[in-house]
Nanobody, 120 residues
Framework: QVQLVESGGGLVQAGGSLRLSCAAS????????MGWYRQAPGKQRELVAR???????YYADLVKGRFTISRDNAKNTVNLQMNSLKPEDTAVYYC??????????????WGQGTQVTVSS
Protein backbone atom coordinates (compact mmCIF):
# COMPACT_ATOMS: atom_id res chain seq x y z
CA GLN A 1 0.00 0.00 0.00
CA VAL A 2 0.99 3.56 -0.64
CA GLN A 3 1.48 5.73 2.43
CA LEU A 4 -0.35 9.05 2.10
CA VAL A 5 0.42 12.06 4.27
CA GLU A 6 -2.01 14.98 4.29
CA SER A 7 -1.47 18.55 5.39
CA GLY A 8 -3.16 21.92 5.22
CA GLY A 9 -6.29 21.54 7.28
CA GLY A 10 -7.33 24.03 9.93
CA LEU A 11 -9.87 26.59 11.07
CA VAL A 12 -11.13 29.26 8.72
CA GLN A 13 -14.03 31.67 8.61
CA ALA A 14 -16.83 31.26 6.12
CA GLY A 15 -15.83 32.66 2.76
CA GLY A 16 -12.18 31.90 3.37
CA SER A 17 -9.80 29.51 1.64
CA LEU A 18 -7.65 26.51 2.52
CA ARG A 19 -5.32 24.33 0.49
CA LEU A 20 -4.96 20.66 1.29
CA SER A 21 -1.95 18.68 0.14
CA CYS A 22 -1.30 14.96 0.05
CA ALA A 23 2.00 13.24 -0.69
CA ALA A 24 2.57 9.57 -1.45
CA SER A 25 5.66 8.45 0.41
CA UNK A 26 6.06 4.94 -0.93
CA UNK A 27 6.83 4.33 -4.56
CA UNK A 28 4.63 1.80 -6.32
CA UNK A 29 4.55 0.95 -9.97
CA UNK A 30 1.80 3.37 -10.96
CA UNK A 31 -0.59 5.75 -9.26
CA UNK A 32 -3.86 6.11 -11.15
CA UNK A 33 -6.82 8.05 -9.75
CA MET A 34 -6.22 10.27 -6.75
CA GLY A 35 -8.88 12.09 -4.82
CA TRP A 36 -10.28 13.71 -1.73
CA TYR A 37 -13.16 12.49 0.39
CA ARG A 38 -14.68 14.00 3.51
CA GLN A 39 -16.63 12.81 6.49
CA ALA A 40 -18.65 15.07 8.74
CA PRO A 41 -19.79 13.95 12.22
CA GLY A 42 -22.66 11.52 11.97
CA LYS A 43 -22.45 11.30 8.19
CA GLN A 44 -21.00 8.86 5.72
CA ARG A 45 -17.73 9.52 3.95
CA GLU A 46 -18.40 11.23 0.63
CA LEU A 47 -16.40 11.93 -2.50
CA VAL A 48 -15.35 15.55 -2.91
CA ALA A 49 -13.15 15.45 -6.01
CA ARG A 50 -11.05 13.01 -8.05
CA UNK A 51 -8.40 13.42 -10.70
CA UNK A 52 -7.09 10.83 -13.12
CA UNK A 53 -3.46 10.38 -14.00
CA UNK A 54 -4.09 12.26 -17.25
CA UNK A 55 -5.74 15.15 -15.43
CA UNK A 56 -9.43 14.47 -15.94
CA UNK A 57 -11.37 15.76 -12.96
CA TYR A 58 -14.64 15.05 -11.22
CA TYR A 59 -16.28 17.20 -8.55
CA ALA A 60 -19.22 16.63 -6.28
CA ASP A 61 -22.04 19.05 -7.05
CA LEU A 62 -21.71 20.68 -3.63
CA VAL A 63 -18.17 21.88 -4.34
CA LYS A 64 -18.24 22.64 -8.07
CA GLY A 65 -16.96 26.11 -8.80
CA ARG A 66 -15.40 26.46 -5.34
CA PHE A 67 -12.85 23.63 -5.10
CA THR A 68 -10.05 22.76 -7.51
CA ILE A 69 -8.12 19.50 -7.50
CA SER A 70 -4.67 19.19 -9.04
CA ARG A 71 -1.81 16.71 -9.04
CA ASP A 72 1.88 16.43 -9.82
CA ASN A 73 2.67 12.98 -11.18
CA ALA A 74 6.43 13.50 -10.86
CA LYS A 75 6.09 14.26 -7.14
CA ASN A 76 3.19 11.87 -6.47
CA THR A 77 1.17 14.64 -4.87
CA VAL A 78 -2.44 15.77 -5.05
CA ASN A 79 -3.81 19.09 -3.84
CA LEU A 80 -7.24 20.50 -3.13
CA GLN A 81 -7.71 24.26 -3.29
CA MET A 82 -10.86 25.17 -1.39
CA ASN A 83 -12.33 28.64 -1.86
CA SER A 84 -15.53 30.27 -0.65
CA LEU A 85 -15.71 27.81 2.20
CA LYS A 86 -19.01 27.27 3.98
CA PRO A 87 -19.75 25.92 7.46
CA GLU A 88 -21.20 22.80 5.82
CA ASP A 89 -17.74 22.05 4.40
CA THR A 90 -16.60 21.26 7.94
CA ALA A 91 -15.37 17.67 8.01
CA VAL A 92 -12.34 15.44 8.18
CA TYR A 93 -10.83 15.33 4.70
CA TYR A 94 -9.13 12.15 3.51
CA CYS A 95 -6.74 11.67 0.63
CA UNK A 96 -7.20 8.54 -1.49
CA UNK A 97 -4.98 6.98 -4.14
CA UNK A 98 -5.58 4.00 -6.38
CA UNK A 99 -2.81 2.34 -8.28
CA UNK A 100 -0.98 -0.80 -9.25
CA UNK A 101 2.03 -2.19 -7.42
CA UNK A 102 5.07 -3.96 -8.85
CA UNK A 103 3.32 -7.35 -8.55
CA UNK A 104 0.43 -6.08 -10.63
CA UNK A 105 -1.98 -5.92 -7.72
CA UNK A 106 -4.47 -3.08 -7.44
CA UNK A 107 -3.91 -0.84 -4.44
CA UNK A 108 -6.36 1.49 -2.69
CA UNK A 109 -4.74 3.69 -0.04
CA TRP A 110 -6.04 6.28 2.43
CA GLY A 111 -4.44 9.06 4.38
CA GLN A 112 -5.01 9.59 8.10
CA GLY A 113 -7.33 12.55 7.54
CA THR A 114 -7.03 16.27 8.21
CA GLN A 115 -9.65 18.37 9.98
CA VAL A 116 -11.22 21.33 8.19
CA THR A 117 -13.43 23.57 10.30
CA VAL A 118 -15.33 26.49 8.81
CA SER A 119 -16.84 28.94 11.28
CA SER A 120 -19.88 31.04 10.50
Amino acid sequence: QVQLVESGGGLVQAGGSLRLSCAASRIIFRLNDMGWYRQAPGKQRELVARISRSGNTYYADLVKGRFTISRDNAKNTVNLQMNSLKPEDTAVYYCNARGVDWAGSVTDSWGQGTQVTVSS
